[in-house]
């Protein structure tokens, strides 16, 4: 029911998230399509540290929230304004700078899972690169950019993932916002849109830390992706920037995305093999 899958999106947006069912490591086989718990498992292996492809590493700092992607549609369906804000609150936003959200083309609030279609919202603040990552005082958010692997950065038809992706970004910056669909390489087959949607994340939040380190969080530059300067032009009040991770998304190649599945298989097989759950960082 609706009301069922508002209270499971919520129970996993403020409680410890729910366990990963038997058998989702299949999920990562190859022509298999990821759903709500894959990206979920992938994403908590990569806050917490492990990464399947490159080994392990430090933890994501506090500025960077992975979203569960059964919160996110429920943000992005929820009609109740306090039931949002509660969520919001519970995933310590004030506290963030960067949010990488799933989105799914699904509208069904009935049924898990229903979608066809895997893209990534990213938000981000360019406030306080220079003082790290560090909770600030300042608007959140400022930069929104949508990217998907199916239509490559087109953002003249976005359909329903870019209109999940406005929705979602507007509830969480408090106002509404333009969301920028920005380019990234092509998926090659129907299946692997989530796969896409985990690299681009590793990527991104890789990068993110790394600028911070080194004191800015993007690139005023003449070379921004060719869609962000069209975009740009058409709509006044976009700076003409591109993301410290914009050049290394688009170099992203399909052999990468099906090597990176195979070695997610590989570490999930192994952990479901010895017994050990890979289980998200509390978000309250």
């Avoid at 549609?73 to 506290?95: G, R, Y």
């Avoid at 919202?121 to 220079?130: D, E, K």
Wanted: proline share 7%.
């Amino acid at each position: 029911s609706r009301e069922g899958q508002q209270h499971v999106a919520f129970r996993r947006a403020t409680r410890s998230p729910l366990p990963p069912p038997p058998g989702l490591a299949e999920t990562f086989r190859p022509g298999q399509w990821l759903n709500d718990a894959s990206i979920a498992l992938a994403y908590a292996q990569f806050a917490a540290g492990g990464d399947a492809a490159a080994g392990h590493g430090s933890s994501l700092p506090e500025a960077i929230l992975l979203m569960d992607p059964a919160t996110a549609f429920w943000l992005t369906m929820q009609e109740d304004p306090n039931q949002v804000e509660d969520v919001k609150s519970a995933l310590k936003l004030q506290d963030r700078q960067l949010v990488l959200c799933p989105i799914n083309d699904s509208s069904n609030c009935s049924r898990a899972d229903a979608g066809t279609h895997w893209t990534l919202l990213v938000c981000w603040s360019q406030n306080g690169g220079a003082a790290g990552l560090t909770t600030s005082s300042l608007p959140q958010f400022t930069h929104f950019y949508h990217y998907d692997s199916l239509l490559g950065g087109s953002w003249a038809s976005g359909g329903a993932n870019l209109t999940q992706a406005r929705t979602l970004a507007s509830r969480l910056a408090g106002r509404d916002v333009q969301v920028l669909p920005d380019d990234c390489p092509k998926q090659t087959n129907c299946f692997d849109c989530g796969i896409y949607v985990l690299l681009f994340s590793e990527i991104i939040a890789r990068a993110f830390i790394e600028s911070h380190d080194r004191g800015f969080g993007a690139q005023p530059s003449p070379y921004a992706s060719k869609t962000s300067w069209s975009f740009a032009e058409a709509h006044d009040g976009w700076s003409h920037s591109q993301p410290v991770w914009q050049s290394r998304v688009e170099s992203v190649t399909p052999m990468e995305v099906s090597v990176r599945r195979a070695r997610y298989f590989e570490s999930f097989v192994a952990a479901a093999s010895t017994g050990l759950v890979v289980r998200p960082p509390l978000t309250a």
